[in-house]
Every structure is written in C-alpha cells, then in structure tokens.
C-alpha cells in the first residue's frame, strides 16, 4: 500500500507586499515623495531613475487635517524651514565670495517697487518730492530707484558742481561706486578709480579736500629714499625741490580747503563754472608723474583727458566736469605737451578734442544766458519786427508762392 510522500505546504506572499523593484524581498524604506516601497539602496536608486522621482518630500503636497497635528507632520515642517535658512545662508555667502552687495541689490528692489507703486520719496524725484537730482543723473537714472544715501549724494555732487551720471543697475561700474555724503562732515567723499602707469586700475576712497598727490601717495607709497630725503631738506633748512614741495603745498591746500568748507553755511551753493579749469596752479609733475581726469561720453575712441596739478584737490578738479558714477585719473609719464604734440599717441587731450568735436558738442547745449536773465538787449543777429510793414510781407510771400507754381 503505497504511502503519499509528505509534502511541504509553502504560503505564497503576495506581491504587493515585496519590494516594487525586486520582487522578491519584503520592502524596508518608502521614498518620501511618492510613497514607492524598497528593500535596499540600489532597488532605491533603481526606483529614481526609472520613475525619475527626486526622492525628496514635496512640502506642497495635501494633507488630511488630521494629518496635520502628527508628529511627523512637525518634522516636516521643521525641515523645510531648516533647509530653507540654509539655503539663503548658502547663497549669501556665494554672492559674498564672488563680490556682490546682497543689501543694497534689496535695498534698490524695494526702493523700484515703492516707486511702482507710488510710494516713498523717490517716487517722483525732482522739486515736488524733496529730492534735488541733477539732470544728468535723472537721465541716466531713469527707470533705477534711488537707495539710501544716494539722493543725499546726487544732491551733494550738484553742489560742488559735479554733473554724475549713473550706470545702468547691476553693471560693474554701478556696483564698484561707493562714493557717498557725510552728513557729519558735510562734505563727499569720492570713489576715485586711477589707472596707473602699467595699466592696472586701482579704487580708492577719498575725501573731496584730499589733493591729488597726498591721494596717488595713498595708493602707491614713495620709496623710502624720497621720504628720507625729504626729511633730511628739512632739517638741513634747505628749500625743497619742486617734486618735495608738491607734497607741504598739498597739505596747506587741504586745510584752506577744509577751513573753507567748514565756514560755509548750509545754505550756501559753490558757483558752477561749465568747464572750467581743474585748477588755477601750473600742472607739475609729482614723483615725475603727471595727472589726468578721463572726460566721459565722448564721440572719440580715444580717452579723451584733462591736465590736473597735483596739488588741486578734488573739489577743485571736479568742479565743472561730468563723471560716470565716479572720477577715473589717468597717471602717466608724459607731460601735457608731449601728449598733444606726439603723433600716433594712445590719449587725446581735452584742448585738441574741443578744436575738433566742440561745435557739434556746443551746438546741443541750450543757452544758459538766456536762462539766466542775462543779455536784455537784442542780439547782433536779430531783427526787429516792429518797424516792418506787414502787407509789403504780404505781397512778397504771395509773389513766392505763385511765381513757384507758374514756374513748375
């Protein structure tokens, strides 16, 4: 009598409760976005590329209400905000390490959306709104919201006589402009950049009573066998060269300038001369080196240059000019004359671009004379209407017009 051999009964699992990749082992992780079920890491990253699923929680996603007073729920809010703090901390810091001032960007978004909607003092810049802007700096500024301490500053430039006009939000230029206004001082102080003679361009920030020569000493300091020298003139009472003097007549200049500027009410306004000279003082040069304000907008390739004497300060120097957010001082070993007379020469001065480009310049500027009130007599040019006879007028328009049309 045979016997049934002994079989083994095995329970079958079904298949939605083994890993969704696999099959074949029951799963252990759940992807925090779409709730798929795993067994182990590479069944994970099998799941993410074949479903293209990010593996990160969705915070967007719905909740049931009662869902929402879980402890889990609190761990995910908690996260998102933890990972939301790292990221601004994250990108602070890039926008620190590649040179980029995160306040003052903010700072000019939201001075463009109160001007957008119509709020705040610069909504409307001019004499309305309590702030004075040039018109250089209008036109320029256009479309850009002024920041703290800016209309201060445009209001300050104006009053020394300093037309500045603003580069487009973002660009280099803009950014690299710290100049500002010291309401303590009452004074400005000027982001100066200076081209040095083997090209390379360094930015400095400078006081507006600070002299040229004390200002280029700051940035690339004299040997010491010069400031030695110096010292040893002194105590032996020998007058110093012209080169040493530059340096003391500097100096005096500054405090007059100082003095000057400390005993002038707050009311009261420098007289603005259109290009006049940067100073009265013959151009020397300093450590055998001469200075050049660059002259902006101009219709030449060429930098277009302006002789300074080093012992002019920047208010003096500036006064009359136009500069692109701020002054750039060109520094080379070529006197004035050597520039304007040498063929083929790299700079043109301001004296021979106004023989050649003046008219047309002159020609778009309005007359300020007019302006201002001044010439209440006729001009050479001018015919006075009163003493003609309208209908001798008459006859000689009217012999135009048809002996014209009989002609054709």
Same mark, same amino acid.
């Given at each position: 009598?045979?016997?049934?051999?002994?079989?083994?009964?095995?329970?079958?699992?079904?298949?939605?409760?083994?890993?969704?990749?696999?099959?074949?082992?029951?799963?252990?992780?759940?992807?925090?976005?779409?709730?798929?079920?795993?067994?182990?890491?590479?069944?994970?990253?099998?799941?993410?590329?074949?479903?293209?699923?990010?593996?990160?929680?969705?915070?967007?996603?719905?909740?049931?209400?009662?869902?929402?007073?879980?402890?889990?729920?609190?761990?995910?809010?908690?996260?998102?905000?933890?990972?939301?703090?790292?990221?601004?901390?994250?990108?602070?810091?890039?926008? !620190?390490?590649?040179?980029?001032?995160?306040?003052?960007?903010?700072?000019?978004?939201?001075?463009?959306?109160?001007?957008?909607?119509?709020?705040?003092?610069?909504?409307?810049?001019?004499?309305?709104?309590?702030?004075?802007?040039?018109?250089?700096?209008?036109?320029?500024?256009?479309?850009?919201?002024?920041?703290?301490?800016?209309?201060?500053?445009?209001?300050?430039?104006?009053?020394?006589?300093?037309?500045?006009?603003?580069?487009?939000?973002?660009?280099?230029?803009?950014?690299?402009?710290?100049?500002?206004?010291?309401?303590?001082?009452?004074?400005?102080?000027?982001?100066?950049?200076?081209?040095?003679?083997?090209?390379?361009?360094?930015?400095?920030?400078?006081?507006?009573?600070?002299?040229?020569?004390?200002?280029?000493?700051?940035?690339?300091?004299?040997?010491?066998?010069?400031?030695?020298?110096?010292?040893?003139?002194?105590?032996?009472?020998?007058?110093?060269?012209?080169?040493?003097?530059?340096?003391?007549?500097?100096?005096?200049?500054?405090?007059?300038?100082?003095?000057?500027?400390?005993?002038?009410? &707050?009311?009261?306004?420098?007289?603005?001369?259109?290009?006049? &000279?940067?100073?009265?003082?013959?151009?020397?040069?300093?450590?055998?080196?001469?200075?050049?304000?660059?002259?902006?907008?101009?219709?030449?390739?060429? &930098?277009?240059?302006?002789?300074?004497?080093?012992?002019?300060?920047?208010?003096?120097?500036?006064?009359?000019?136009?500069?692109?957010?701020?002054?750039?001082?060109?520094?080379? &070993?070529?006197?004035?004359?050597?520039?304007?007379? !040498?063929?083929?020469?790299?700079?043109?001065?301001?004296?021979?671009?106004?023989?050649?480009?003046?008219?047309?310049?002159?020609?778009?500027?309005?007359?300020?004379?007019?302006?201002?009130?001044?010439?209440?007599?006729?001009?050479?040019?001018?015919?006075?209407?009163?003493?003609?006879?309208?209908?001798?007028?008459?006859?000689?328009?009217?012999?135009?017009?048809?002996?014209?049309?009989?002609?054709?």
């Amino acid at each position: 009598m045979s016997t049934p051999d002994d079989t083994t009964t095995t329970t079958t699992t079904p298949l939605s409760d083994l890993c969704a990749i696999c099959h074949t082992t029951p799963p252990k992780y759940r992807c925090p976005r779409c709730h798929t079920r795993t067994c182990s890491l590479p069944c994970s990253r099998r799941h993410k590329l074949w479903s293209q699923c990010s593996g990160t929680r969705d915070p967007g996603s719905y909740l049931r209400r009662s869902e929402l007073a879980s402890e889990s729920a609190f761990d995910r809010d908690f996260n998102f905000i933890s990972g939301v703090e790292r990221s601004v901390e994250r990108a602070e810091r890039d926008a !620190e390490n590649r040179g980029i001032s995160v306040d003052r960007v903010q700072s000019e978004d939201a001075a463009m959306r109160k001007r957008k909607r119509g709020k705040g003092p610069g909504s409307e810049p001019g004499p309305g709104s309590g702030l004075d802007v040039p018109d250089g700096a209008r036109e320029a500024g256009e479309g850009r919201g002024l920041v703290k301490g800016e209309a201060a500053f445009l209001k300050g430039a104006a009053e020394a006589g300093v037309t500045v006009v603003r580069a487009p939000r973002g660009m280099s230029r803009a950014k690299g402009n710290s100049s500002r206004w010291f309401p303590k001082q009452k004074c400005l102080n000027w982001s100066v950049e200076w081209v040095l003679p083997d090209r390379n361009k360094v930015t400095r920030d400078y006081t507006e009573s600070t002299t040229l020569a004390d200002a280029y000493d700051r940035v690339s300091p004299p040997p010491k066998e010069e400031s030695v020298g110096f010292v040893q003139v002194q105590l032996r009472g020998q007058p110093p060269g012209p080169e040493m003097s530059t340096r003391v007549a500097g100096e005096n200049m500054q405090e007059d300038s100082t003095a000057g500027h400390s005993t002038a009410g &707050p009311g009261t306004q420098p007289e603005q001369h259109t290009h006049a &000279p940067a100073d009265s003082a013959e151009i020397t040069p300093h450590r055998d080196l001469y200075f050049y304000l660059h002259r902006a907008r101009t219709a030449t390739k060429l &930098p277009v240059l302006i002789p300074l004497s080093p012992n002019a300060t920047f208010t003096t120097a500036l006064r009359g000019r136009t500069v692109l957010e701020f002054p750039t001082i060109y520094v080379l &070993p070529d006197s004035p004359g050597t520039v304007l007379t !040498e063929k083929g020469h790299l700079f043109l001065l301001e004296e021979e671009y106004l023989r050649t480009e003046g008219p047309a310049e002159e020609a778009e500027v309005p007359d300020t004379n007019a302006a201002e009130g001044v010439g209440d007599s006729p001009a050479a040019n001018s015919v006075d209407l009163g003493q003609v006879d309208e209908q001798k007028v008459l006859d000689v328009l009217k012999q135009d017009l048809f002996g014209g049309s009989a002609a054709s």
